[in-house]
């Protein structure tokens, strides 16, 4: 047996004990391919969908999974405008999951606005970053 940290949402660690061997195999995956999005849009493109597939495959095949989804913007505009746009943002992904065969009791929506940025910086490049939709696997106790 060997102990294994494994993250989880807002910074919180678990600690397991587990034989290793094929272990990989048996954790959630932890690195959903995130969308972009144009700037005060929330639609998805051509390839954010092309990308979403992927993730909706795979959590088709591991029907236990639950995960969030969260919506980001760059700085530009109101703390109240970009909450709303973030969380367009996320209930689009949803619902792309939803028409792919995922069951919506199994993805919750979280909007975080502008106050998570990938990139700090007050450029075009930084915000091209910032605007996105993160798929995170929620961890049950």
């Not at 094929?22 to 954010?48: C, H, M, W």
Request: aromatic share 8%.
């Amino acid at each position: 047996m060997k102990k294994i940290l494994i993250p989880i949402l807002f910074g919180l660690i678990v600690v397991a004990f587990a034989n290793t061997a094929g272990f990989a195999q048996r954790l959630p995956k932890d690195n959903f391919i995130t969308v972009n999005f144009e700037y005060d849009k929330s639609n998805l493109t051509a390839d954010s969908r092309s990308s979403l597939k992927d993730n909706a495959d795979y959590l088709l095949k591991n029907p236990k999974l639950d995960i969030v989804v969260e919506g980001h913007c760059d700085e530009r505009g109101t703390t109240q405008y970009n909450m709303a746009l973030g969380q367009r943002r996320a209930m689009e992904v949803k619902e792309f999951y939803v028409k792919q065969g995922i069951n919506s009791n199994r993805i919750a929506t979280i909007s975080y606005g502008s106050q998570k940025p990938l990139d700090p910086r007050s450029n075009e490049a930084a915000w091209a970053k910032n605007r996105r939709t993160e798929t995170k696997v929620v961890i049950k106790n």
